[in-house]
């Protein structure tokens, strides 16, 4: 990462940790721990056990998505891979370094398979979860429509739109694959791979195709991947309805909705966790909502803490990995 963005970094935490402060301060820090004393432990048990089980379902929709390609790894292995990428992505702000790419790199370690082939899995695999998200988005937008939330609605199928239309461009784009490899700088893990009768571009040009390649024999894989995808978004929901159920808040399906989507349009703020913005969406639809800002900011609460012990657990992963391939990434010099 180049200074400036290292800077942006920390001032974009800084910033979203203020505003996070000012939030609780608005609302009173005694009312949000009061709603939080009222959870059971048996309660967040559930909660956390709802994010273990989508970790589960991401690993599982790999292995059946990679199936055809000779990936064998179990869980052992890939659990690893999976919590490294959540906390490279989550710690960093949007794309500045690219935890798919760690991922990518582990997974080809332990599967001897080209780095190459493996990323380019990883971005069929993202496909999948655009297009789930893209169907999300465009059955709320009529289904607001319909209920007269003409505002709402538009925005929805506007985002649904652009999200098509990012889609449209990877398809269509022969040399993506190549775009995400020269915006990450990995030439240096696929020079790793390189024997004496090879060059960097002559490696990149044999699986540069995979993209396409895949489309060609695994249309029923990859819509199996958007299916799980979109179960993996219906549990997030089926978080939210537990949680403020053990608040004796009742919530109908249209209202889950509405907050699912704020917390995943949060995802798009460029600080690190989307902290400051996942907060200010979720105060957001639950003052639209009407809904208790004290009880905002205990789901806030809570949901980051699960996100944090996965995290947690992603670094413990990636520590033997600091010096010699995160840090020289994130404090690479542009000469």
């Known amino acids: 990462m180049r200074f400036r963005k290292f800077f942006l970094f920390f001032i974009s935490l800084f910033l979203g940790i203020i505003f996070v402060l000012y939030l609780f301060h608005r609302v009173g820090f005694r009312k949000v721990f009061h709603v939080l004393s009222l959870l059971h432990w048996w309660q967040l048990m559930i909660i956390f056990f709802i994010n273990l089980f989508v970790l589960f379902l991401m690993i599982k929709k790999w292995q059946i998505l990679v199936s055809s390609y000779g990936y064998r790894s179990g869980l052992k292995k890939l659990i690893p891979a999976f919590l490294s990428e959540q906390a490279i992505s989550y710690l960093t702000p949007v794309m500045y370094i690219g935890g798919e790419g760690f991922k990518a ?145 009742s919530l109908d399906i249209f209202k889950i909705y509405l907050i699912r989507i704020f917390g995943l349009l949060s995802g798009f703020i460029p600080t690190p966790g989307s902290i400051g913005g996942f907060e200010g969406a979720i105060a957001f639809i639950f003052a639209i909502l009407k809904l208790n800002l004290e009880h905002a900011l205990s789901f806030a609460l809570v949901i980051r803490v699960c996100q944090l012990v996965f995290v947690a657990l992603g670094v413990l992963f990636l520590i033997p990995y600091l010096t010699k391939l995160v840090f020289p990434l994130i404090f690479k010099n542009n000469h």
């Open 105 to 249: 790199y582990l997974i080809k370690k332990n599967e001897n398979k080209s780095f190459v082939e493996t990323f380019g899995l990883i971005v069929i695999d993202r496909m999948a979860e655009g297009a789930a998200l893209l169907i999300f988005l465009t059955l709320g937008g009529i289904v607001s429509l319909l209920v007269g939330s003409y505002l709402l609605g538009f925005f929805l199928l506007i985002a649904s739109l652009i999200i098509f239309i990012l889609i449209i461009i990877i398809f269509r784009l022969p040399n993506i694959l190549r775009f995400f490899i020269n915006f990450f700088q990995f030439q240096k893990v696929i020079s790793q791979e390189i024997n004496e009768h090879q060059t960097l571009e002559r490696k990149i040009n044999e699986e540069i195709n995979i993209i396409q390649k895949f489309f060609q024999h695994g249309k029923k894989l990859f819509h199996l991947d958007i299916i799980l995808s979109l179960v993996i978004i219906l549990l997030s929901c089926l978080q939210i309805y537990f949680l403020m159920f053990f608040w004796g808040q």
